[in-house]
């Protein structure tokens, strides 16, 4: 049996968490006669619950996100292997979330194509970077690109509330600023660190 760490056991209650999220909005409640309730505001604004439920969990993941990186370092349980499942349990829960978004029509799908191809990118990168023995630092664009779409998905979920009542879209705001940022960190982990992809060439 394998034994994890603090760290290591929140980072994969983001990833069970995250399945759940996909499974909640995803799943075809009115085919199975569990429709979600559905609440009215102000006659205009239309409320799936299963939204506002996602959102909730979205945000507890997000709190895990938080905790088990600043355990690990206080605690120096930094291990590869936390470093590889909290990569991944990232991706697994704001990708997926971002794609289920743009394809229900919440966000413009160019968000989450951007992200992705940035999250490729730089991935490659710090794979390659690793393999020779560099560790490619999380800089401030990047770090401001998360805070952005992890706040801009969570008021998605929760129908912009309570923007949308002085019609004031903070959560597209929120998510464009992301994507943008997305390109910029992208270009500037690819500028940082182009001597280590071309050097054997």
């Not at 909005?25 to 006669?33: E, I, K, R, W």
């Not at 940035?118 to 401030?140: E, L, P, W």
């Amino acid at each position: 049996m394998i034994k994890m760490n603090l760290p290591n056991k929140l980072t994969m209650v983001r990833i069970v968490l995250a399945i759940v999220i996909v499974i909640v909005l995803l799943f075809p409640f009115d085919m199975t006669g569990l429709n979600m309730p559905t609440l009215f505001i102000n006659e205009k604004i239309v409320i799936n619950v299963k939204y506002p439920i996602a959102g909730i969990l979205f945000i507890i993941a997000s709190v895990t996100d938080f905790f088990d990186g600043y355990i690990a370092r206080k605690r120096n349980l930094v291990t590869d292997f936390g470093k590889m499942i909290d990569a991944i349990a990232d991706k697994v829960l704001v990708n997926s979330i971002l794609i289920i978004l743009a394809a229900t029509g919440f966000i413009h799908p160019v968000i989450p194509v951007i992200i992705v191809m940035r999250d490729s990118v730089v991935n490659s990168i710090k794979m390659v970077a690793g393999s020779k023995g560099k560790v490619v630092a999380a800089i401030k664009s990047g770090k401001l690109k998360t805070a952005c779409l992890m706040v801009g998905i969570a008021l998605t979920l929760f129908y912009n509330m309570p923007f949308e009542f002085i019609n004031l879209r903070v959560s597209d705001f929120l998510l464009f600023i992301a994507a943008i940022l997305s390109l910029v960190s992208g270009v500037q982990y690819y500028t940082m660190n182009k001597h280590l992809i071309f050097e054997d060439m």
